[in-house]
């Protein structure tokens, strides 16, 4: 079950000029208070003036508190988390969510990484990160289609590997259609169904 608790922080929390807001983002498994409040008083000491607490996996990425508070953000606001996992575990989700602050027009800080996206070192080595991110995308692609132009040069054009060789195949049709064999005695000879056969044998007349 999804927890959503919105709070608002007392100490140390404050709003910064025109308005701008210091949202933080906590999540933590049920009954992990430790967890909590470890976050809750990073988030003190960092400032927070409105905490976002979520107890979804952070492998989801249908989290409404998440989603409710990337609907909040305005220019300029900062969006702070304890740890980068706290936002998501995925790497292709973080880079999604830290668009979206980006879109926003508002600020990231990772307490835990210092990562801080407000200051022209940070938005860089986020740049490197989604880089790097697009880079495995694009060398999982190029693997992709090297094993399917490798199976279609072998003759298969995806999956498993075929039981059956090549050479066996054609024994197969050759033995059946001669009539020296019957579809029966070759698929026990190769351990197959006799449907497999009898597939075997219509793609050779």
């Known amino acids: 079950m999804i927890i959503r608790d919105v709070e608002k922080s007392c100490a140390n929390g404050r709003l910064l000029k025109g308005g701008n807001m210091i949202f933080g983002y906590s999540r933590v498994s049920k009954g992990d208070d430790q967890n909590a409040r470890l976050q809750i008083k990073a988030f003190k000491e960092a400032g927070v003036e409105k905490t976002f607490r979520e107890t979804a996996s952070g492998g989801r990425w249908d989290r409404p508190v998440l989603h409710e508070m990337l ?101 197969i049709a050759v033995n059946v259609i001669s009539g020296r064999k019957s579809g029966a005695d070759m698929a026990r000879l190769y351990n197959v169904s006799e449907a497999t056969i009898s597939r075997i044998v219509a793609s050779h007349r």
């Open 71 to 171: 609907n909040q953000l305005r220019e300029n606001d900062i969006v702070i988390v304890w740890k980068l996992d706290r936002l998501s575990r995925s790497l292709k989700d973080l880079l999604v969510i830290m668009e979206k602050i980006d879109q926003a027009s508002s600020g990231f800080k990772s307490l835990t990484e210092a990562i801080d996206t407000t200051t022209p070192a940070g938005r860089m080595m986020m740049q490197m990160v989604g880089s790097f991110a697009e880079f495995e995308r694009e060398m999982i692609r190029e693997r992709t289609k090297a094993g399917l132009d490798a199976a279609r040069a072998e003759g298969r054009i995806g999956g498993r590997r075929p039981k059956l060789r090549k050479d066996q195949r054609k024994d």
